[in-house]
Nanobody
């Protein structure tokens, strides 16, 4: 089993910054890819950024240049640095982990990010 706990969400004004963290515990077997997803009210969950075991990253087009995903494998922690936040970034942000190359994802409970204009 894999447990994921997000932290770092909050309320911020447009243009501000937040740093999300996701601590992973439980099974360390396997090579985990990790990512951040978000879901705004009335919208489907969407992938924001992900990172593989070697540090290769990919981003949702709307966050490129503003968000940075990183991981500390020794601490089993995933981060998302969010700068120049916009009201459209308001959502519940979820951390996910999956064995690279497989489909099954483990999910955290989420952390709320609210950006006021």
């Amino acid at each position: 089993q894999v447990q994921l706990v997000e932290s770092g969400g909050g309320s911020v004004q447009a243009g501000g910054s937040l740093r999300l963290s996701c601590a992973r515990s439980g099974s360390t077997y396997g090579e985990f890819c990790m990512g951040w997803f978000r879901q705004a009210p009335g919208k489907e969950r969407e992938g924001v950024a992900n990172i593989d075991l070697y540090g290769m990253t990919s981003y949702l087009d709307s966050v490129k240049g503003r968000f940075t995903i990183s991981r500390d494998n020794a601490k089993m922690t995933l981060y998302l640095q969010m700068n120049s936040l916009k009201s459209d970034d308001t959502a519940m942000y979820y951390c996910a982990a999956w064995v690279c190359g497989t489909e099954k994802k483990y999910w955290g409970l989420g952390t709320q990010v609210t950006v006021s204009s």
